[in-house]
């Protein structure tokens, strides 16, 4: 079975610094897909970057990027520029491309406090 | 054009009770996963629907039961319910079976007394 690790259960930084949060996983599989979402006190859950595990590129949207270690099994999250809305829990996701239905394996969540 | 939306946003119930919770996915979306998410927990995979069937499930015990409408409205029922219950159940839809767009809704947060 597929599991995910975050080892870092709370982190805060000032505005504007830049912070990186960790996520290790484990599968025995080859195709699969990556995620971050972050969950305000809204509770919704919202995609931040999704990384193809084929991809060798690491994916980035605007502030945010990934340092995906395929032989490390490694997933990190690097926020930029940290912003006081980006104050929120954190989850990093597996997914397994081939067969079935599709779900999504979350790790524990990293609440982020970033601080004016 | 309403996200995924879910109600009620909030429930308390009583031990050994009964519960629905309705989801109504994104328009255009047909797939409808359920997860639940303890306090202080990522969130745990209970059941996928996909054309009105449950397509895989997750290590939930069978008080946990579902249904995918012909609109492909999601319902979740929890039988006999547990303190252990009390959490956050999120609903993800997606298009076609496949959940690398998942949009999820806000949740409904159960409280099990």
């Known amino acids: 079975a597929q599991t995910v690790t975050q080892s870092q259960p709370e982190m805060s930084v000032q505005e504007a610094e830049t912070v990186t949060l960790s996520c290790t996983y484990d599968t025995s599989e080859n195709n699969y897909y990556l995620f971050w979402y972050k969950q305000p006190p809204s509770r919704q859950m919202i995609l931040v970057i999704r990384q193809e595990a084929y991809k060798q590129q690491n994916a980035t949207e605007n502030r945010f990027s990934v340092n995906f270690q395929k032989a490390a099994k490694s997933f990190s999250l690097k926020i930029s520029d940290s912003q006081l809305g980006d104050t929120a829990m954190y989850f990093c996701?597996?997914?397994?491309?081939?067969?079935?239905?599709?779900?999504?394996?979350f790790g524990q969540g990293t609440r982020l406090t970033i601080n004016p | 054009d309403a996200g995924v939306t879910q109600s009620p946003t909030h429930l308390i119930k009583t031990r050994g009770q009964q519960v629905t919770l309705r989801c109504s996915p994104k328009?255009?979306?047909?797939?409808v996963s359920w997860y639940q998410q303890a306090l202080g927990q990522g969130p745990q995979f209970i059941f996928q629907y996909y054309e009105e069937e449950e397509r895989q499930r997750g290590n939930f015990p069978d008080r946990f039961s579902g249904h995918q409408f012909p609109n492909y409205s999601s319902e979740l029922n929890v039988n006999a319910l547990l303190l252990g219950d009390s959490a956050l159940y999120l609903c993800?839809?997606?298009?076609?079976?496949?959940?690398?767009?998942?949009?999820f809704g806000q949740g409904t947060r159960l409280t099990v007394v």
């Open positions: 996701a597996f997914m397994n491309v081939m067969g079935g239905a599709q779900k999504l394996v």
């Open positions: 328009s255009g979306h047909d797939t």
């Open positions: 993800a839809s997606s298009r076609g079976g496949r959940v690398t767009e998942a949009f």
